[in-house]
């Protein structure tokens, strides 16, 4: 299976937004944060992530007689290339976006079923703006989007921060209105 196949698929892409953080877990500590998918179903897609080389097993322990791995993101290797990216069908992107939304729509509901979450208190956004951009002005608005979150993607835990999830998405709108 390809890096597209993997990474197009929703359930994959949850383990991979819960590995981004930085921090190893277990295949059991990715469970309670997928609840709603069966233990057995994060167990295959696990081993078919780390069998591609996607995630890496960070430590072994022995516990109970068993030998739990904690596994750790692959950064390099959990994206899709620019090559693969370019060779994509209509389909592919329509698979992908679905993908893309059903995490971030789990995600969310994870979210508001915590104690004590409060959307305003935690600056929660979901906005969508327009923008009439060449196809310059877009390059240069998306290096300047990479540059922000560069900046801030190598933060680990601290005791005052907390961990966000932001997702952009980019595509053209209908074209109503356009200049003639």
Do not use: C, K
């Amino acid at each position: 299976m390809d890096t597209l196949d993997l990474l197009l698929h929703p359930v994959r892409l949850r383990i991979v937004h819960a590995l981004s953080g930085g921090r190893p877990r277990t295949t059991s500590e990715l469970s309670e944060a997928l609840p709603d998918v069966p233990r057995t179903s994060v167990y295959r897609h696990v081993g078919l992530l780390a069998e591609a080389g996607l995630l890496e097993v960070a430590d072994e322990q022995r516990v109970r007689g068993i030998v739990e791995r904690h596994y750790r993101l692959r950064r390099e290797r959990a994206r899709i290339e620019e090559e693969a990216g370019a060779s994509m069908s209509l389909d592919d992107h329509r698979r992908g976006f679905a993908a893309g939304t059903a995490v971030l729509l789990a995600e969310f509901n994870a979210y508001l079923d915590r104690p004590g979450a409060d959307p305003f208190a935690d600056s929660v956004g979901y906005r969508q703006g327009t923008f009439w951009l060449s196809p310059g002005e877009l390059a240069e608005m998306i290096g300047e989007l990479r540059q922000v979150f560069a900046r801030r993607a190598d933060n680990g835990p601290a005791p005052d921060r907390r961990s966000y999830l932001m997702s952009t998405i980019v595509f053209p709108s209908d074209g109503a209105g356009e200049a003639s």
